[in-house]
């Protein structure tokens, strides 16, 4: 009798220890590291629509999280009837715009000027730019925005 109770302990102790094994492993299957992105941006379009021709302001605030120093560059794929300017006045060279951000300044504001045209015989058009974000020679996609920009004709 004793012999039963002491095989049907280790079967229990198997099962259970089984159990914890199957456990552990799906935990560290399913764990997915989050990523350590060390840079924050959010942005503001003003106006979003705008006349042909017509400036709008594009605003990235950009915060360096981990305070080291980040060479980054914004590459904005649109339309080629879209006109993208650094400040007001610098055409931006293959729709790229290269910086660097550090610890001395760990908050910057980058601001560019959209403008837009039409083709001949369209009243309006929506526009999309999508940005794609480099840091330290890598694409972080979860930096990445879209951004839309309507164009009306006068």
């Known amino acids: 009798m ?13 099962v259970f220890a ?14 997915r590291p989050t990523s350590n992105i060390p840079i924050k941006l ?3 379009l003003d106006p979003s629509t705008v006349e042909e021709n017509e400036p709008a302001k ?3 605030s950009v915060k360096n999280l981990d305070g080291n120093f980040h060479n980054l560059e914004f590459v904005f794929n649109t339309s080629s ?11 931006l060279k293959n729709n790229t715009f290269p910086f660097a951000i550090g610890d001395y300044e760990r908050d910057q504001d980058r601001e560019f000027t959209l ?16 940005l794609e974000v480099h840091v330290d020679g890598e694409i ?9 920009l309507t164009v009306k004709r006068a």
């Open 2 to 14: 004793r012999k039963q109770k002491s095989g049907l302990s280790w079967l229990l102790i198997l």
């Open 18 to 31: 089984i159990i914890v094994v199957a456990v552990i492993v799906i935990g560290l299957v399913s764990f």
């Open 42 to 44: 959010s942005y503001s």
């Open 58 to 60: 594009l605003t990235f």
């Open 81 to 91: 009837r879209i006109k993208i300017y650094a400040g007001t006045e610098n055409l």
């Open 115 to 130: 403008v837009g045209s039409l083709e001949e015989n369209v009243a309006s058009s929506k526009y999309k730019i999508q």
């Open 140 to 148: 972080l996609p979860e930096l990445s925005k879209t951004i839309y």
